[in-house]
């Protein structure tokens, strides 16, 4: 069974602070590792997706990495601010699947 | 632009009641289309897969049931509700040509079954 884990579940974090949490994944059979920003009262949003080891994508003030090797991925966000707010998910692809796998994800409050 | 709808936002049932979520998407042809769903504190739990009219791949056994009666309309059912349906449903498209798409989710539906 393919499992996808987020660390922490939740995170506060004070408004101009940076912080950053946690993605893992199967190291095998890896095909692609999506980021998504889940805001309350909308949809999810697609941040990054990310196919090659040592990949690094920004957006603004969020970036993230990927090891593919260890089955990991961070998700940095560099001076926070309170639109930050969301739930941030992470899914994977393997390439002997064509369903995401979605971790349960990291609920981010910045405080004022 | 592409647009995709969810209807309705929410909805309380009471068991062994039926069920009938309606997704229509706009402004793209032959998505595939998803059914979602999120119950407390879990991840998105894929519950039905759609590459085109009338074709539906079920990943998980249960009361649950999903037709494609057209390009862009999707629809989740139930005969029966059990408490254990209660949860936040999303309905979702991408675009067929490659897999590592991004997907587009509507604004999702609050299922309480009581």
């Known amino acids: 069974?393919?499992?996808?884990?987020?660390?922490?579940?939740?995170?506060?974090?004070?408004?101009?602070?940076?912080?950053?949490?946690t993605c893992s994944f199967p190291s095998s059979n890896f095909y692609a590792l999506h980021w998504y920003?889940?805001?309350?009262?909308?949809?999810?949003?697609?941040?990054?997706?990310?196919?090659?080891?040592?990949?690094?994508?920004k957006k603004g003030r969020i970036s993230a990495t990927l090891n593919t090797k260890e089955g990991y991925s961070y998700l940095y966000i560099k001076g926070s601010q309170p639109e930050d707010s969301a739930t941030y998910l992470c899914a994977f692809k393997s390439d002997s699947n064509y369903q995401l796998i979605w971790g349960a994800g990291t609920k981010l409050i910045i405080k004022p | 632009s592409q647009t995709i709808h969810q209807w309705p936002a929410t909805l309380v049932q009471p068991v062994g009641s039926p069920l009938s979520l309606e997704c229509t998407v706009e402004g793209t042809s032959n998505p595939n289309l998803y059914w979602y769903r999120q119950a407390a504190g879990r991840g998105l739990q894929l519950l039905f897969y759609s590459v085109g009219i009338g074709q539906i791949s079920s990943e998980v056994p249960q009361n649950l049931s999903a037709s494609r009666p057209q390009d862009?309309?999707?629809?989740?059912?139930s005969k029966k509700l059990l408490l254990s349906d209660s949860g936040f449903?999303?309905?979702?498209?991408?675009?067929p040509d490659t897999d590592i798409n991004e997907q587009f989710f509507g604004p999702g539906t609050r299922l309480t079954v009581l």
């Not at chain 1, 920003?37 to 994508?57: I, Q």
């Not at chain 2, 862009?72 to 059912?77: A, D, E, K, P, T």
Request: charged content about 25%; overall charge negative; some cysteine.
């Open chain 1, 37 to 57: 920003r889940w805001e309350t009262a909308k949809s999810p949003e697609a941040l990054f997706v990310m196919t090659l080891n040592g990949d690094e994508k």
């Open chain 1, 1 to 21: 069974i393919l499992n996808v884990e987020q660390s922490p579940q939740s995170l506060h974090v004070q408004e101009g602070d940076s912080t950053n949490f």
């Open chain 2, 89 to 95: 449903y999303l309905c979702a498209w991408k675009r």
């Open chain 2, 72 to 77: 862009r309309q999707f629809i989740l059912s």
